[in-house]
């Protein structure tokens, strides 16, 4: 599938946008921190899901306390690492449009974050349901999209392998969740082995974009002045 000329020709002009975009996605770890930080109570990474950040009540759910007076950003910090990954997702994939099955890898990124941005907008105690069909966009349809783009794109073998590990881990991390297996770790810990290591990849990987555009241009740089001191 061939890519719309205006986008080709956007992201030919500001090849750093996409991987700025994506690693922006930083935001989702701050947040979470600061929102966590003013919990009345302790807030526990093993205990509490991440959902429970955005929470919109205070007292017991699902048979943990849970009381986050700041619920309303995290739910904005969710709508934002969806809609982050989401628009990141066509851009970045114009550096890789030779490699035609990387689109599907892309698309699958794309409805990471439409369900990314539901999650925010369904807290788990308003609509649990569409909560959860939007948790499935990140933690399924993304982390098979991961394992797609490390066999599609074009990457050093490093690249390729983490970001094959990324999305194994996560759905590992995911059928154990699903299984309410936590081996240990607890109900939180177990869904961030399903979701962290998608971020952090997204994080990464921006970062080793925007490294690759500036050595490219860097080395053209170069070459264009060794062209101009031999005329």
Do not use: K
């Not at 966009?137 to 074009?154: C, E, K, Q, R, Y």
């Amino acid at each position: 599938m061939s890519s719309p000329p205006r986008l080709r020709s956007f992201t030919d002009r500001y090849p750093y946008l996409g991987p700025i975009i994506w690693f922006a996605t930083v935001e989702y770890f701050v947040i979470q921190y600061v929102v966590a930080s003013g919990w009345p109570t302790p807030y526990s990474l093993l205990r509490n899901p991440i959902s429970d950040l955005g929470n919109t009540g205070c007292g017991a759910y699902d048979g943990r306390p849970v009381c986050s007076p700041q619920h309303r950003l995290m739910n904005f910090a969710f709508i934002g690492l969806g809609l982050l990954i989401a628009v990141g997702a066509p851009l970045i994939r114009q550096e890789f449009r030779e490699r035609r099955l990387a689109l599907l890898g892309f698309c699958g990124m794309v409805i990471a974050g439409l369900g990314t941005a539901l999650v925010g907008l369904s807290p788990e105690n308003v609509n649990h349901t569409l909560h959860v069909i939007g948790a499935a966009g990140p933690f399924l349809v993304g982390n098979m999209a991961l394992i797609i783009l490390a066999f599609t794109l074009t990457m050093p073998t490093g690249m390729t392998v983490f970001t094959g590990i990324a999305g194994g881990v996560g759905l590992v991390g995911l059928s154990l969740f699903a299984a309410g297996a936590d081996v240990g770790v607890g109900q939180g810990g177990i869904e961030r082995v399903a979701a962290y290591p998608q971020t952090i990849w997204l994080i990464v990987f921006g970062l080793y974009m925007s490294t690759s555009h500036y050595l490219r241009r860097r080395r053209m740089r170069r070459e264009l002045g060794l062209q101009g001191s031999s005329a």
